[in-house]
């Protein structure tokens, strides 16, 4: 779930999120009278696919449960989004963590013991695919020493009548979630590919069309400067509407093959050989070149959003107007270098030098009076985007 801005006062932050409306998972399943297995692996594939994400960015949820689950929307086919990130953390793959935190009937028996990494995520979603196919609780005991031992000894059962109906790949993709040898237990990546998505689900359906339309677009994107780049995700963060993203993420999921979140170099390839490329793999690496501004080596959804995003619509005078007032912070009607540095380059993210910024302003200061109006900042966006 997206977080567009934070304020603070001398007793609260106040944080500003995406709105979603369509509720919780929590209720979701509260209110079922039947559990099916497709349902469970529409949901959980969109999970594994953010936890994926997550992880591969070295961050871990450490309370992932059905509350902390959300729909985008009331509408039928509404995206889910993870939510409350208060108690996710770094993590290095060279130290285990220690800190006890989470709920106690999501809670992985290595976090118990204070020695974890990534993978306690995965237990919890072990227990979220369990109650997804049965309605029930793996682990639930009113005695938590007794719950302490049900959890630390991975004590649990498909002995109820709802579990024959389910598929032995159901029963095995839990298993090797609820795996308390960490060493044995499914990561994320391996989570998201395993055979019962497709069993369920079926092969995904490739839109080659969309992707192939939406590749073009990827190798047309040029950001020559840090500022063109800082003020594309700006603008992409405040002002792209929820219509428009959701044309853009069907776009992004059409060439996401893999459902991880990102876009790697190899799916790239797949794209432009498809499109009968002469050289598939220098056209994937340019594309990255251009795309990949954080240089992870693939494309995530915010790169993708700032590539493709329709540039003529993103300039229209209301949402430059917009732009500029959010950029005025004291309402004087003008911007200073201070200004400009403080909004696209916060806490001097990107190896700008601060002088830069003066040199913006000198240039595009038509009147000389060291300072931007709104139609001297419109100019400028209209000459370096």
Not at 13 to 21: L, P, T
Not at 82 to 92: I, M, P, R
Not at 359 to 378: A, C, N
Request: aromatic share 12%.
């Amino acid at each position: 779930m997206k977080v567009y801005d934070f304020f603070q006062d001398d007793e609260c932050f106040y944080i500003v999120s995406e709105y979603c409306n369509g509720g919780e998972l929590f209720d979701k399943i509260s209110n079922m009278t039947h559990f099916s297995e497709k349902f469970a692996a529409e949901t959980m594939k969109q999970i594994f696919s953010a936890i994926s994400y997550c992880h591969h960015h070295n961050i871990v949820h450490r309370d992932l449960k059905p509350e902390n689950i959300l729909y985008d929307s009331k509408h039928s086919g509404a995206s889910l989004k993870v939510a409350d990130f208060g108690t996710s953390t770094l993590f290095s793959s060279e130290a285990f963590l220690q800190e006890r935190t989470g709920t106690i009937y999501y809670i992985a028996p290595e976090v118990l013991k204070k020695n974890y990494n990534e993978k306690c995520d995965l237990w919890s979603c072990g227990v979220i695919l369990y109650i997804l196919l049965s309605g029930q609780s793996p682990f639930d005991d009113d005695d938590d020493h007794i719950l302490f031992s049900r959890i630390l000894n991975a004590k649990y059962d498909f002995n109820g009548s709802e579990w024959k109906s389910i598929s032995p790949e159901a029963k095995r993709l839990v298993k090797k979630l609820l795996q308390p040898d960490i060493s044995k237990r499914y990561n994320a990546l391996q989570a998201l590919n395993d055979p019962w998505f497709k069993l369920v689900l079926g092969e995904p359906t490739l839109d080659e069309p969309l992707a192939i339309s939406t590749l073009n677009n990827l190798k047309k994107f040029r950001a020559n400067t840090k500022l063109q780049h800082a003020i594309w995700m700006f603008l992409v963060s405040y002002f792209v509407t929820s219509e428009e993203k959701k044309h853009l993420l069907k776009s992004f999921k059409s060439l996401d093959i893999f459902g991880d979140g990102q876009i790697s170099k190899k799916e790239l390839i797949k794209w432009c050989q498809l499109m009968k490329s002469s050289d598939p793999e220098n056209e994937a690496e340019n594309i990255l070149k251009n795309v990949d501004n954080n240089k992870s080596g693939s494309i995530n959804y915010t790169e993708f959003l700032i590539a493709t995003i329709d540039r003529e619509n993103l300039l229209k005078r209301d949402r430059l107007k917009s732009t500029f007032q959010l950029l005025d912070k004291n309402g004087d009607g003008f911007l200073t270098a201070d200004k400009l540095e403080e909004m696209f380059n916060p806490g001097k993210q990107r190896d700008i030098d601060s002088e830069f910024w003066n040199e913006i302003i000198r240039e595009f200061d038509q009147s000389g009076d060291g300072m931007l109006s709104f139609h001297e900042f419109k100019d400028m966006m209209d000459k370096i985007i």
